[in-house]
Structures are given as C-alpha cells and as structure tokens.
C-alpha cells in the first residue's frame, strides 16, 4: 500500500511538508508541518500550516499523526497548532531524549522542561509498525544529522527528512551537537538499500537559479547521481568530504529559534513573569 501525497513547499525556508493519505480510505499523517516565523520581529503565523488544514478540510481527511522526521535546526514546528486544529496523535523517533538533554543545557532550559520526551504522544523505536488507517507503515532510525533522525516507509515510499537532499545538492551536514559523519554515511546507505524505484521524499530543496525546487526523488536516481554519495564512494571518503564540508558551512538562521520550539514538540517556552514567551540566543557558545 502506496500513500497518496501532497506537498507544500515553504520557500522562505527551504522545507517541504507532506499530507500523507491511505490510498483507498481518508486517513492520513502530516509530516514536518512549518511555522512562520519572522527573526528580526520575533512574530509567528500559520499561514503555511493553514493550506494544510485547507487541504484536509476539502478532501474531508482524518488525521491520525502529526510525523516529525527530527527536531528541526530550519524551520519551526506547526505540530502543536495542527494537532489544535485537527487533531492527531504528535511523534518522533525515540532518540530526541538525546537532543533534549543536549538542547536543555545549551538554552538552560527552565526546571520543568522534561528530558523524557513525554512533549510528545509517542517516541517511535527503530523498527516499529504503525498505521495510517489501514496502511502500515514502518520506521527505521536514520542517525547521523542528529541523533533523533527517522524514516517512514509506507509501500514504495519513504519519508527521509534530511539524511538526503536532491542528487544535485547531496548530503545533510553532521557537525550540529550529537549529529556524526560516519553514522550518517551508515544510515544514507541503509535508505540506499531499499528497493531503487522506492520514492524519497525529501524535506529540504536548495536548488540552483537554472531549476525549480523538486522534493521526490529515488533510491535508483540517488544511487547513481548523488554527487557526495553515489554508489562507488566508500564510508572514509565520504567522511572525509562530509567533515570539510561542514567546517565552512554557516550555522543556519533559525536554528536557536526553531530547536526551542522543536524540542517541545511544537509549542513555545512557557512565559515568562511578565506573560512574554521569549526564545534565548546563547552568545560565544562553541557549536
């Protein structure tokens, strides 16, 4: 059983949303849904999360999941407003206690955030099976970029969040605190043995002036393409490249912002005295 899927493109950050639907019923999951935000104002709005919950009004769909792929360094989370809006049970892979503990001390989170995942209605294991309707669907822990990084597979689909980008982009970086090059180089080549028409979708496009912004490719094209992944390229290799790589990216705009936000599973930090929820911006931390 093959979903159905419908995307959404956020272009102010790059990332790709999913409706995800039974084929022959009405229910679905929503997967990686963004919240607005504004950096130099500090406002949110729901407007990308909206034309998800247009979406699943029109077609009269039930929502079983809200699906996050990782705790996100590049966007916000809508999990928490769609959950208000439409229901569904909110997860993640079981490893984001690990972000949390590393998240908790780099922000100096309050006393009561909770390092146990319980922000979340469920911490997926590697390997388990749930349903979306009557359509199973199977999770398979994919660490490297952080620690928390799952897939969904459901049919010859497969949600990858981004452990892959499209073949003209490659990889994710793994220089954020947990993530590893070598245990992404192990779990990109667990995706890759998948079947190769399986579909990837993909959470991110970055794409050149010279071609529209794509989020689907495959195993197979994946396989032949990649250019820091391809069949052919060996795990020191690619470490190697993957290391010198990340030493001159930049730490991306949102990521304070949106790991605040993200390790409570989309809800933002309790206010303050004053009723002002404020999100912390550690200066001279050695990321």
Known sequence: MTPTVQAYFDPATNSVSYVVREPHGRHC?????VLDFDPKSGQTATTSADRIVAFVAKHDLHVD??????????????????????????????????????????????????TDGNQFDHLFDDGETFTI????????????????????????????????????????????????????????????????????????????????PRWRTTVGEQRAENIHVHDGVNEAEYVRMRTDRDKILS??????AAIQINMRAGEMPPAEKNGVRYLKIPLNYPL
């Not at 730490?251 to 304070?256: S, T």
């Open 251 to 256: 730490v991306p705009q949102l990521l304070f």
């Open 65 to 114: 999941w809200i699906l996050e792929t990782h705790a996100h360094a590049d966007h916000l989370s809508a999990a928490s407003y769609l959950k208000e809006k439409l229901g569904g049970n909110i997860a993640i892979g079981a490893h984001i206690v690990d972000v949390q503990r590393i998240f908790k001390q780099v922000f100096n989170a309050e006393e009561g955030f909770d």
């Open 133 to 212: 309707g009557d359509m199973p669907v199977r999770v398979m822990h994919t660490p490297g970029h952080t620690p928390a990084c799952v897939t969904y597979i459901a049919g010859q689909a497969a949600f990858i969040g981004d452990t892959l980008f499209a073949p003209d982009y490659g990889t994710a970086r793994a220089d954020f605190p947990g993530g590893d090059a070598t245990t992404l180089y192990r779990s990109i080549r667990k995706i890759l043995s998948l079947g190769p028409q399986t579909e990837l979708y993909l959470c991110h496009d970055y794409p050149p002036a010279d071609r529209r």
């Open 29 to 33: 999951a929503l997967i990686d849904p």
